[in-house]
């Protein structure tokens, strides 16, 4: 019994080690190419109608900041409370994003779109913002916060996106385009 004990302790004691080793590479590789001044919002749209978006000081801003873009909202929340989100108006998140190079939809709250159309549906001003008009619109997928190894992929996946590449991602996907009638 022992032996099966020290035996599963050391599969995961290995299994942590590659783990490392995969984000590590990962950070390598992202950081290494030079940062642009695309903008990214990464937001949610409420049940009520409201945009929840990510306090600068999260984790999600530097991880695009990381990946060589810019969070749209750079100054947005106070750091010194404990909340890492934000609800705002439909026409202060308009406001402050409608120029956005990319638009991240978090999916893992509400199960997700599958294509832009039914992400204006959620809000009809998107389909004036930029990202929407020149098909830079993503989505996460539901499971990105269950995994262990999220974070670094999420980071790859965005600086993919940055830089144009279209295959290879985990966690993000790029939205069916909208064709206005």
Avoid: W
Wanted: charged share 30%; glycine share 8%; net charge negative.
């Amino acid at each position: 019994m022992q032996f099966m004990c020290r035996r599963e302790r050391r599969r995961r004691t290995n299994s942590a080690h590659r783990q490392r080793q995969r984000g590590q590479a990962i950070l390598e590789r992202v950081i290494g190419d030079e940062k642009t001044d695309q903008t990214v919002a990464f937001f949610f749209i409420t049940s009520n109608g409201l945009v929840q978006v990510r306090q600068a000081s999260d984790y999600v801003p530097k991880m695009i900041e990381l990946a060589g873009g810019k969070y749209i909202f750079e100054d947005l929340g106070d750091p010194e409370t404990k909340r890492s989100t934000v609800n705002m108006q439909v026409e202060e998140f308009y406001a402050g994003a409608k120029d956005a190079d990319f638009l991240i939809y978090n999916s893992s709250i509400d199960g997700g779109v599958s294509n832009v159309e039914e992400l204006v549906d959620k809000c009809e001003l998107l389909a004036d913002f930029k990202a929407v008009k020149e098909g830079n619109v993503f989505c996460t997928t539901n499971d990105m916060y269950q995994q262990s190894l999220s974070i670094g992929y999420l980071l790859e996946d965005i600086h993919r996106m940055i830089q144009g590449e279209k295959d290879g991602m985990h966690y993000l996907f790029r939205l069916a385009r909208f064709v206005p009638e």
